[in-house]
């Protein structure tokens, strides 16, 4: 069974002419492919057409096709009024509602006009391809092929295969998606599939954090761009994306994998989202856009204050010898006995522990002590954080002082893992378990969350360059002074950091 989705009179069925069908339509048609369109609603696939062809004469316009490519394109899509229109597709995309018993409805549509061979394909983002295919005639011709919005912005697409679905739909549908010009990655059906389960990681573990006291949301938004180096902050996010879309989602994807710590939804998004604040679409989420931009509250001034003295603890080799450095390029008076003085700034450069605990297994002072994160470049933005002890007068010495050159300094209140650490060292161990359960190979994971999450790096070279030893200790510290099973590490990443090999690694 099967087609070859390079012939030359390829046609696809594409329902649902709303912004992602619209755009799978276009990319469809660009990529030299015939497309029959249809929507339930009386003109919504003829108004997307026009929509399309807007945008590709833009398109021509700018120089990034040709005006005849951008005809010819266009008069590749077809409107049509119902199903038994899409009689002659050899594959037929589904892009409506997240509603599965309304997609099932369609589906039985469908098998009594379609060719057994022919491919029913769906673009759902959350719903399970096998649940979804569990009433279909031929089960093993339906596959996910999640899209991400904009389409035609968005090169990534996730082929996504049920537990029914025979090989070569996998196969035709990879072909399909390089067709079409897109990025396919290939993975076997699992809750939220690839992408938008690792991203959970990022908005998640940033909600926690803010529950908890620890910083702010501006202030974890300007941690996460400067030292993270992710383009926007959590919060950022998902105000673009809006709540009403991530938290429902994330509520699903911790019920579908029975209640797994790691996907525990957060009581701050919950509470918003009940509260209507939900984005930018509304002009209130975490931020302000009353006036049409963004209202980012402005950053204060360091303090003046510098320390008489500054003595760093050598319980962590590699962030002591990374704080000494930028300690003697600030021109700090630094003491170097096995031992602070009495007055000195105690300064701790822990991985995954808090402050207290650096405090209290150290034998160190409480209220001299001030932790720095080191386990990122220093450069743009540094992450200090105190115990519940510390005193004003010190904590205020430490963040002059780190920020003496310009570089601007975050203050988190007591937490394992400080800000970047805890948030990051969630995205990969998520990375880690998505490539132990096998849902996708090493490679496409981080293919598909640097193509689909626009972050810096895939979740498994964020280890590697990290150093997965690294990731492991912050989150075997982090799972040790919470007592939550949340920051257990998953046995992929332990065993690659406990190896001293690449997260990348493929089991042989």
């Not at 959350?126 to 092929?145: D, I």
């Not at 994998?257 to 209507?276: K, N, Q, T």
């Not at 679409?281 to 950053?299: H, I, L, M, N, T």
């Amino acid at each position: 069974m099967g087609f070859d989705a390079n012939r030359p009179d390829l046609l696809i069925g594409v329902i649902g002419a709303g912004a992602m069908g619209r755009g799978i339509a276009q990319v469809s048609a660009v990529g030299g492919i015939r497309v029959r369109l249809l929507d339930a609603k009386p003109g919504a696939a003829q108004e997307a057409l026009k929509f399309i062809d807007g945008m590709l004469k833009r398109a021509a316009e700018k120089g990034s096709m040709t005006a005849e490519d951008a005809k010819a394109a266009v008069e590749r899509i077809q409107v049509v009024e119902g199903p038994a229109d899409l009689k002659p597709c050899h594959a037929v995309i589904e892009a409506i509602v997240e509603n599965p018993d309304i997609k099932q409805k369609l589906y039985a549509e469908l098998e009594a006009v379609l060719a057994d061979d022919c491919i029913i394909a769906s673009n759902t983002s959350s719903l399970s391809v096998t649940l979804l295919a569990n009433k279909l005639k031929h089960p093993q011709r339906f596959a996910g092929f999640h899209f991400f919005n904009p389409v035609p912005l968005m090169r990534l697409v996730e082929v996504v295969e049920g537990i029914l679905t025979e090989p070569w739909v996998g196969d035709a549908l990879m072909t399909l998606g390089k067709r079409m010009t897109r990025e396919p990655v290939r993975v076997k059906d699992a809750p939220c599939f690839l992408v938008n389960q690792v991203g959970r990681g990022y908005s998640l573990e940033a909600s926690h954090l803010v529950s908890e006291g620890i910083a702010s949301f501006v202030e974890v938004d300007r941690v996460m761009r400067d030292v993270g180096g992710f383009r926007m902050g959590p919060f950022e996010l998902m105000d673009l994306t809006a709540l009403d879309v991530t938290q429902p989602a994330s509520e699903l994807l911790y019920t579908q994998f029975f209640h797994e710590a790691r996907y525990r939804p957060s009581l701050v998004m919950r509470s918003r989202l009940d509260a209507g604040i939900l984005g930018r679409k509304v002009k209130r989420g975490f931020y302000d856009y009353s006036s049409g931009e963004q209202a980012v509250p402005p950053e204060a001034p360091a303090p003046t204050a510098r320390p008489e003295s500054v003595w760093v603890s050598k319980a962590e080799t590699s962030g002591h010898t990374a704080l000494m450095q930028l300690l003697d390029k600030l021109g700090a008076p630094v003491e170097t006995g096995a031992k602070p003085s009495a007055k000195a700034l105690i300064l701790v450069t822990p991985l995954g522990e808090d402050t207290t605990t650096c405090v209290l297994e150290q034998g160190l002072d409480p209220k001299r002590t001030v932790a720095v994160d080191t386990l990122f470049p220093m450069v743009k933005r540094r992450t200090i954080m105190t115990c519940p002890l510390t005193e004003p007068a010190y904590r205020d010495a430490a963040h002059g002082l780190l920020a003496s050159d310009g570089v601007p300094v975050v203050v988190a209140k007591d937490s394992p893992g400080f800000i970047a650490q805890r948030i990051i060292a969630m995205i990969i161990n998520i990375g880690c378990s998505v490539a132990q359960n096998q849902t996708s190979t090493p490679a496409d994971i981080d293919k598909a969350v640097t193509l689909g999450l626009n972050y810096p790096h895939g979740p498994l070279a964020f280890g590697d360059r990290l150093g997965a030893d690294k990731i492991l200790k912050v989150l075997t510290n982090m799972q040790r002074v919470y007592g939550d099973q949340r920051y257990r590490p998953t046995l992929w990443l332990s065993r690659r950091a406990r190896l001293g090999v690449s997260l990348l690694t493929q089991d042989n």
